[in-house]
């Protein structure tokens, strides 16, 4: 969870170095032995701050969607996520929660769920074509659940905006039991001042730690096994995921060009020139990169790559140094557009929180006063949009602030991890990146950049 606030400090003002590259033997880690878990306790603390949030925000009740995409806010309180169909879960002040699932979840929630509910089918929430003749009306199941007439509603998406995004017909019943239309409160989870979600616990870090060590080591073997021929299918053999939840799609992109990296693997293959993407994310992590398909020697460069990396590192490098505890998010973002040369643009924001989903929330952005806290999970993605030519270049990696004491109570939960990290942070300091004692990577390539993709030998530095 988030520490206690340290007073707002500027992003240090530091002169952003020039790049080489340099052939570089790549550091080993031992994986993590098996998947951490979360005490039962955890969930029930969780519980109880979404009812503290809930009373704040003057909320008599909180509704929280999800279906196979929009699952997070709901994993994130109760460990349940469901599989093929939706869910709701209906917090009512003062009782017992209720959890609306489909057909196939009636039996696998109560199984995995974490907190006291109870469970009621809704048969509608099932996939098409299976029986609906089971369960009784949404309106019916809300008044069993306690809602009533007069009630404020909170309804929890997956987006904290003012508009609801939640299928209508889920509004709509609200709004005939509780006589006034539901309120948007995905803030009070995911608002990067204020969310519950914003800041993760220490038990939660360590399952970050396994997911970005596992989806880099995917990446890393990617990057290692690239060869003339390949397709991408045979290259995306790499990403291994052993079972465990996406974050996002696989992606794996050859090509002259990479208009958007988005796409899944196909046929495409490998050809001197081509440039190459690849992304890979488990639920917790995520790792990118993308390079151009060359050796060092290669003799032409018409789409200005080698001076689009250039610059490229030298914001990710600028974006690293201005990382701390207490730093607001604009002078992040601040300080990536100083070091940034007007021939290409962020496609996104500079840098976003990371969660059980790829996407929280992003605090940078230009002028943002939020201030980044110890706890907060932060994914490196600076995707650069080149103003001419086709060049593409990407590298992302994800990291975690600890202020001091987390770091002591990491330490005192998982010292193997805390000594990975150090390994992590050695190798990227000895490529000269700067980094505060708040930062800690998380990824097992981090902030290593290959600029030649069949010469993966060679790695950026900075001097």
Known sequence: MCGLPRPRLPAPEVAVPTVEF????????????????????????????????????????????????HAANLGWLTDFTPRFEEALWVQVGGQTPTLLVGNECQSFAPAVCRLEARFELYQPFSLPGQDRSQSPSLTALLRKAGLGRGQKVGLVGWKPMPELEVPHWIVAAIQEVTGQPPHNAADLLMHPAYGLRRCLEPEQIRIMEYASALSSEGLRSWVLGLREGQSELEAACSLVSCGLELSCHPMVNFGPQIPSGLKSPRNNRVQVGFYAQAAFGLVGGLTCRAGWLVRSNHPEDRDGYLELVQNYLQVVWAWYAALGVGVEA???????????????????????LIHLEEWLESPFQAG????????????????????RGHAAVNMEDGLVLADEVLRAELERLDPTLMQRVAQRRAVMEGLGYQLSPDVLPLSNIQGLFFPFLLEPRYVARFI
């Open 22 to 69: 340099i052939p570089f033997n790549l550091p080993g880690y031992e994986l993590p032995r098996e998947l951490p878990s979360l005490p039962t306790q955890l969930f029930q603390q969780r519980y109880q701050r979404l009812e503290a949030a809930r009373e704040a925000a003057g909320y008599d009740t909180i509704l929280i969607y999800a279906d196979r995409e």
């Open 330 to 352: 604009g002078r992040v973002y601040q300080a990536a557009q100083e070091a940034k040369n007007p021939h290409w643009v962020f496609a996104l924001n500079p840098g976003h």
């Open 368 to 387: 943002s006063s939020t201030p980044l806290q110890s706890g907060m999970a932060i994914q490196q993605d600076i995707i650069p949009v080149p103003q």
